[in-house]
């Protein structure tokens, strides 16, 4: 058995809620809640998953890896930031 959680819904969502109980659509208010939030995490899930297929698409349509050297690199971004942050 889940536990209890209280929230202020607000009017408005109260009486939609209210409102999908009255239709028959829902038996009660807590069936309305528990399908809302697995929507909604269900949405979130979906979302982030199309954001992880456009970063793939992003860096399969970037070109060829390329060979590089950590500390050509690393040398590279001290030069960039010699003198950064001193007064």
Do not use: H
Request: with cysteine; aromatic share 4%.
């Amino acid at each position: 058995m889940g536990r209890t959680l209280t929230v202020d819904l607000g009017e408005e969502l109260r009486g939609f809620v209210e409102g999908l109980v009255a239709s028959g659509d829902y038996r009660t208010p807590s069936e309305v809640i528990r399908e809302s939030v697995r929507t909604l995490r269900e949405r979130t899930a979906a979302s982030k998953l199309e954001e992880l297929r456009s970063l793939i698409a992003e860096g399969e349509n970037s070109g060829d890896a390329q060979e590089w050297d950590r500390d050509v690199f690393m040398e590279r971004i001290r030069s960039k930031t010699k003198g950064c942050g001193e007064k």
